[in-house]
């Protein structure tokens, strides 16, 4: 859907996004980006800013082995379709949101948000992941987006599934003025595979593990079927 999807981010789409299918096909999906937009404000604007009397610092966790070695020409914040296919990525859509925020409880603005998560078929986008399942080629695997005065960020995704001894998790990577840069993962409430995730058990303290763990919940301002999870980051200062 492009970074019509993401219309408050400082820059505007570049040549080769604009570059990729036909003039209908970017038609439909500024359409339809501005629809998911509106929804994702949505969302954000009904939940106060829950940290700012509890701002403990979000927990790191590893990067993991399979950050993109080339970042896509697609690379917003709509990872669920990706520009000149017209497919829709597998899996369960989830709106994953939330606030980038200071030690205390102030939002950042513009904090530059990465995320990258395995398709529904438990791949990779990356040519270390030699996992017998095909590439979801309607995923897109990586989004960024840059926040603005309220801090917040939206990305349209799938939720997470788990591979191989890793339960579900999207990865994150998050860096802005004034604070230092994090990398850490968020997981899914109730998936049974957290009992075991190596990862996610490494961190010793059960309230820094929760702060990882977030529901994916259904919500009435959703299309039916999807589903929302709210992620809030608190950084230490520079």
Known sequence: MGRRWQHWQEH???????????DVDWDRRRLLGAT?????ATLIARTPLALAS?????????????YPLQLPLDKDNDLVTVAGRSGVAKGQIAHVIGRVLDEHGQPVAKARVEIW??????????????GGAPEDPNFQGYGE???????AYR???IRPVPYASRAPHVHFAIKGPGVKALVTQLYVEGAPENERD?????????EARRRLVVPFQSDPALR????????????AAT
């Not at 998911?36 to 994702?40: L, R």
């Not at 509890?54 to 399979?66: A, D, L, Y």
């Not at 987006?145 to 801090?151: M, N, P, V």
């Open 12 to 22: 505007e789409a570049g040549p080769s996004k604009r570059g990729v299918g036909s």
């Open 145 to 151: 987006f840059t926040t603005g005065a309220d801090g």
């Open 224 to 235: 039916s079927g999807e589903l929302v999870a709210r992620f809030d980051v608190v950084l």
């Open 117 to 130: 998560q395995c398709d529904a078929n438990g791949r990779y986008r990356h040519p270390g992941d030699q």
């Open 155 to 157: 990305f349209r995704t």
């Open 198 to 206: 190596f990862l996610l058990n490494g961190i010793p303290d059960p």
């Open 54 to 66: 509890h701002v403990m610092r979000t927990p790191p966790q590893s990067r993991g082995p399979f």
């Open 36 to 40: 998911v937009s509106t929804v994702a």
